[in-house]
């Protein structure tokens, strides 16, 4: 295969890929409209439906416009031969090529993330300042953008330069020894990402004592789950919208419950959220997926590594010197069909895990409560009723509303 062939079907699968999803989010507009099944009727009364109806307009008329100018300004710099651009501007600042990786990774993520800070302000400022849903402080939007690109420096900036430096040393080995890193990095991640990431932006705090923890602690004690450590999240100060997440694993696993799910809901449906959330410990989703991760991440390395050296990556991106960094750009396009395919599989596992954490806390708890919980957070959150099922399809990670409640009333 030529440089030139495979330039063309680089641009072919961003193209396609650009083209194919545009598509399903033209079938699922056409289902905003839609009448809203019996089982669901009472979750919005009638000026909620007209409202959650033009909020879909307007984010699907938004997401229309942002996704168009990603696809314009990704194919004008594959044109203009942009990566070997920068490629030249890493060159000249060092001759070290773990310093070029991280210069030439660098400039690209800055440049592409100052692109959409406008795009971004735009949608939390006025898209969702209009619907209710903002309580981001304009100096906080800002204060977020900053650490996110200290994160991004510092911590991503090591993982590159890590990953860059097993290939330097062991060349196409490299995927073993970076498969063995981002595993172990993966598990750390799981055991502490909540107590070392998340105070970076958020607050938490221990729940405090009372009905709602009582209720809560008697529900793990009735099931046998350790719950040592409760802690709620000042997610109000960003958006109303709620939330509850269970992460990590032995002595280390922690429930957060965000303020607004607090404020929101009622105990016993706090505490069916929660029932839910065990039941994804008890059969062992967190782990599962956590392995599977780590298979499908090496399968991709693997790939990847017999790719890496092949001058023919750079050269189709108008590069003369075979490089890993102009590599691993050319290999993320060619490969993202497969991640389409893997992505969607684990779409589909995680729909079915989602079945079997509700079944749990129907069986264990209380599925009315649960129910009640699901319609009030698909209500205050404007969610879509009446999604289309191709759409579901391919980027639903949880079944609609509707499925959930037929699952569980049948």
């Not at 699968?13 to 099944?37: C, E, G, H, Q, T």
């Not at 729940?207 to 709620?232: Q, R, S, T």
């Not at 396009?333 to 497969?338: A, H, R």
């Not at 919980?373 to 999604?387: A, D, G, I, Q």
């Amino acid at each position: 295969m030529t440089a030139d062939i495979l330039f063309n079907l680089i641009i072919s699968i961003i193209v396609i890929s650009f083209l194919f999803n545009r598509y399903l989010d033209f079938l699922n507009s056409k289902r905003f409209n839609a009448v809203i099944p019996s089982e669901l009727e009472g979750v919005y009364n009638e000026n909620d439906c007209i409202k959650s109806q033009n909020y879909k307009k307007e984010n699907f008329k938004f997401s229309m416009l942002t996704s168009t100018f990603s696809f314009i300004i990704t194919i004008l710099f594959f044109y203009a031969e942009g990566f070997a651009y920068i490629d030249q501007i890493a060159r000249d600042f060092n001759n070290n090529n773990i310093v070029i990786t991280l210069v030439f990774f660098g400039i690209i993520l800055l440049g592409s993330d100052l692109l959409s800070t406008p795009l971004s302000y735009y949608k939390t400022f006025v898209i969702e300042e209009k619907y209710g849903f903002n309580k981001t402080a304009k100096s906080l939007f800002f204060i977020d953008k900053i650490k996110g690109w200290a994160l991004m420096i510092v911590l991503g900036g090591l993982v590159l330069a890590l990953i860059t430096w097993f290939y330097e040393k062991t060349g196409s080995n490299f995927w073993l020894y970076t498969w063995l890193f981002i595993g172990l990095f993966s598990i750390f991640m799981t055991l502490f990402y909540s107590s070392l990431i998340v105070p970076l932006f958020n607050k938490q705090t221990p729940l405090e004592d009372g009905e709602l923890k009582n209720e809560l602690e008697n529900f793990a004690k009735k099931v046998g789950f350790n719950l040592d450590n409760i802690f709620v999240i000042d997610g109000s100060k960003r958006s109303t919208r709620a939330n509850a997440y269970f992460t990590g694993f032995g002595a280390k696993k922690r429930i957060v419950l965000y303020d607004t799910l607090i404020n929101d809901l009622e105990t016993t449906e706090i505490v069916a959220v929660l029932a839910h959330e065990v039941g994804h410990y008890k059969m062992k989703h967190v782990l599962f997926n956590m392995i599977l991760s780590i298979v499908l991440t090496g399968s991709t390395l693997f790939i990847l590594s017999l790719c890496i050296g092949n001058s023919i990556l750079s050269n189709a991106l108008s590069v003369a010197t075979p490089s890993f960094h102009i590599s691993l750009i050319a290999f993320s396009v060619l490969y993202s069909p497969i991640s389409e395919v893997t992505g969607l599989f684990m779409n589909i596992l995680s729909r079915k895990f989602e079945y079997q954490a509700d079944n749990y806390a129907k069986e264990n708890y209380n599925g009315g409560a649960l129910i009640s919980s699901l319609k009030k957070l698909s209500k205050n959150s404007l969610s879509n009723l009446t999604p289309h099922k191709s759409y579901v399809f391919m980027h639903y990670s949880h079944p609609t509303l509707l499925q959930r409640i037929e699952n569980l009333v049948s």
